[in-house]
């Protein structure tokens, strides 16, 4: 069992930054893909960013290229998001999630059904 602790939200102005963390315990995360999720008012959870548990492949949604980097470091069991120029449509309430186990060191997982663990979220409110 892996809890996952999100860490980091908070209200910012546009073009401001901030940097969420995923604190995770109870087991090591050395050999999970990880992911961030985020889901606005109203709207459904959306895939946000991933890495692979080798930390050398990641993905992210189309808006959020060049502006956020995903990153890990597994001897801290810590996954981060760093956010710049943050827009008010990246309000949302952000989401940590990881695998259970992943095979390769170069997998990484876009999709909700992939992941066997969240987090509580973290809020995210960017002011225009």
């Known amino acids: 069992q892996v809890q996952l602790v999100e860490s980091g939200g908070g209200l910012v102005q546009a073009g401001g930054s901030l940097r969420l963390s995923c604190a995770t315990s109870g087991r090591t995360i050395r050999n999970c893909a990880m992911g961030w999720f985020r889901q606005a008012p109203g709207k459904e959870r959306e895939f946000v960013a991933a890495?692979?548990?080798?930390?050398?492949?990641?993905a992210y949604l189309d808006s959020v290229k060049g502006r956020f980097t995903i990153s890990r470091d597994n001897a801290k069991n810590t996954v981060y998001l760093q956010m710049n120029s943050l827009k008010p449509e990246d309000t949302a309430v952000y989401y940590c999630?990881?695998?259970?186990?992943?095979?390769?060191?170069?997998?990484?997982?876009?999709?909700?059904?992939?992941?066997?663990?969240w987090g509580q979220g973290t809020q995210v409110t960017v002011s225009s």
């Open positions: 890495i692979s548990w080798g930390g050398g492949n990641s």
């Open positions: 999630a990881a695998d259970r186990d992943t095979y390769y060191s170069g997998t990484y997982y876009v999709h909700e059904y992939d992941y066997d663990y």
